[in-house]
C-alpha cells in the first residue's frame, strides 16, 4: 500500500515507546521521530540508541507530528493527554498504549476533537523496561486492541490501524468497558499473582543460592513477570480495581479449596482439578498464520 | 576422563527419562540403553524415535544395567524400587529423578543393598509428557541436586555425578529433608499458582478467543505450568503437603494483603510492596559460566 512517510511523536521512551519507534521507523511508516520522556536520562539514551531522530518537547510534539503514541503509565496518562489535546494539530492522530482504557476514553471524550483520539492496547511486552529495552520485533504476530472505534475519526482509525500493521500485529475491536474486564482476568492477574510468588518465596526461602540454584523448576517462567515496573503496574492496580478484585478473589478462592485438597491428602480430586485446567494447553496452542497481510477481527 | 560406556537401563520413558537416554547415549556415556514403560505404546514410541536401543522388562534392566534410572511419578516410584533394591545385580547403581526425596530415601534405606541407591533431582523440565517431549538439552547448564549423599556408596555416588556431568548439568549435595522444603518453596508453589491461575481464568473467562487473543499479555509464561501432567503432580503435592502448606498458606496471605490495598487504593503501598519483589530479578539474573568442566557445590 502507497502511503506517505510521516512525522511520528512518541511521548515515552520506555520498551513500548521505544520499540513502536524502532518498528515504524523500520518499517519505513514514519519517516522522522520526535521524542519526549519526563526522564531526560531517557531520552539522551533514546537518541544515541537510534531510537529517535531528536529530542523534542510535548508542544512541538503536537505541532509537527502526524501520529503522537502515548506511551506512559497509565495514571500519567491521564494527565498529559489534556495538553496534548488542547495543543493537537488538527490533522493529527493521538493513540495511547495503556493497559486500561476505560478511564482514558472518557477523558478524551471531554475534548472538542475527541475524534482525534485512539485508544490502543498492543498486548504486547517483557519484564524490562527504559530504552534500552526496546527491540523492533516486541510487535510481532501480537493483537493490537483498538477501543470505542466509533467515537474515533475514520482518518483517525485507520491511521491506528496501518500503525497496528507496520508494528506486525493483528487489529481486534472491543469495547473499552469490556477490554478493561478481559484483560483484568488474562493479564493483571497474572501479574499479580507473578508478584505475590516472588513476595512469597524471597519470604520464606532466606538463601537466595537456593532461589538460584531451584529456580529451573518452573520458578523462573512463573515469576518473570514479577521484575515488571511498579510506576508502570500500581497504577493499572488501582485504575481497574472493580474488575480487578472479582477475579483475585476467584483466584484466592480457588487456592483454598486445592489448599484444603492437599492438606487433606484427596489426591483423585486434585487429580480431577488439575486435569480440568489442562484445557488451557488447547486453548494457548492455537496455531496462527504469520501475518503478511492485515488482519482485522472483531 | 576416560570412561568404560556402559548399558543404562530407563525406568519411565517420558520426558526426564527419554530425554536422558538421549543425552547418555549422544555423550558415549551409555553404549546401550534399555528401557521400560508401563504404557508399552510410550515403549514403541521410544525405540522408534531411537530413544531407546531395546524394550526390557524390569528384571532384564536390573541384571544387565550398570546404571538404572527411575524417572516414574513419585508414587509409582515408591512401589517399583522395592522390585529394583530386590532383583538389582550387585554392581549396579539405581538413581531416582523424583521432585520429592525423603520418602524414597528412606525407602531404600530399608533394603540391605541401599548403598547402590542415589537420590537425584535434576531441576529441569517443561510442561510436555511423554516420549515425544524427549530432547538431549533438556539439563544443559542446570543443577541436579544429590540427597544424603552419605548414605550411597563412594562407587555410587561417582556414578551419579559422571551421570551427571554427562546431562551437563552442576551437581548440589543437599540432605533430602531440606530439599523437600526448598523445592516446596521455589518449584511446588509455582506450580499450584499457575494451575489456580489457568482454572480461574477458565473459570471466569467464557470466551476462549479472548483469552488466546489476550495470552501474549502475561497470561501465556505464567499458565504454562498448568500444562504439566496431573498424574506427576498429584502425588507430588500430597507427599511434600507439610512443606508445601506452609508456603502456600503465605502465598495466600500475601494475596489477601495485596488486594485489601488494591481494594483501597493505596497505590504507594502497591507500589512499594512490588518494589521489594523486583530483587527477585537480581537473584535470578546471576550470571553462570556455561559449563565445561562437572562442577561440585555443596
Not at 522522522?32 to 529517535?52: C, T, V
Not at 494527565?79 to 477523558?107: C, F, H, R, W
Not at 479449596?257 to 486435569?275: A, H, P, V, Y
Amino acid at each position: 500500500m502507497a502511503r506517505e512517510e510521516i512525522t511520528v511523536g512518541i511521548i515515552g521512551l520506555g520498551l513500548m515507546g521505544g520499540s513502536s519507534a524502532l518498528k515504524l521507523k523500520q518499517q519505513g511508516f514514519a519517516n522522522r521521530i520526535l521524542g519526549y520522556d519526563i526522564n531526560s536520562g531517557h531520552e539522551e539514551e533514546a537518541l544515541n540508541l537510534g531510537i529517535i531522530d531528536e529530542i523534542a518537547g510535548i508542544d512541538c510534539i503536537c505541532n509537527e507530528a502526524s501520529l503522537i503514541v502515548l506511551a506512559i503509565p497509565v495514571n500519567k496518562a491521564l494527565l498529559v493527554l489534556p495538553e496534548v489535546m488542547k495543543t493537537l494539530n488538527p490533522n493529527a492522530v493521538v493513540v495511547d498504549l495503556g493497559s486500561t482504557k476505560q478511564k482514558i476514553g472518557e477523558l478524551a471524550n471531554s475534548f472538542p476533537n475527541s475524534q482525534q483520539f485512539v485508544a490502543c492496547h498492543p498486548l504486547a511486552g517483557t519484564e524490562n523496561t527504559g530504552p534500552s529495552a526496546a527491540f523492533p520485533e516486541l510487535f510481532q504476530d501480537k493483537v493490537n486492541i483498538i477501543c470505542d472505534q466509533e467515537t474515533s475519526s475514520p482518518n483517525a482509525i485507520e491511521m491506528a490501524i496501518n500503525m497496528t500493521h507496520a508494528l506486525g500485529m493483528r487489529t481486534k475491536f472491543m469495547n473499552s468497558k469490556e477490554h478493561d474486564r478481559h484483560i483484568a482476568y488474562v493479564s493483571h492477574l497474572s501479574h499479580i499473582s507473578s508478584f505475590m510468588l516472588g513476595q512469597t518465596v524471597l519470604e520464606v526461602e532466606k538463601d537466595e543460592e537456593n532461589i538460584f540454584d531451584m529456580a529451573g523448576s518452573g520458578f523462573e517462567s512463573t515469576v518473570r513477570l514479577a521484575k515488571s515496573s511498579p510506576d508502570m503496574w500500581a497504577p493499572i492496580f488501582t485504575e481497574n480495581a472493580d474488575n480487578i478484585l472479582k477475579v483475585l478473589d476467584t483466584y484466592i478462592k480457588n487456592l483454598n479449596s486445592f489448599r484444603d485438597l492437599i492438606k487433606d491428602g484427596i489426591e483423585s480430586e486434585l487429580n480431577k482439578s488439575m486435569t480440568e485446567t489442562n484445557v488451557i494447553r488447547k486453548v494457548l496452542d492455537r496455531k496462527l498464520t504469520p501475518l503478511t497481510q492485515p488482519v482485522v477481527g472483531r
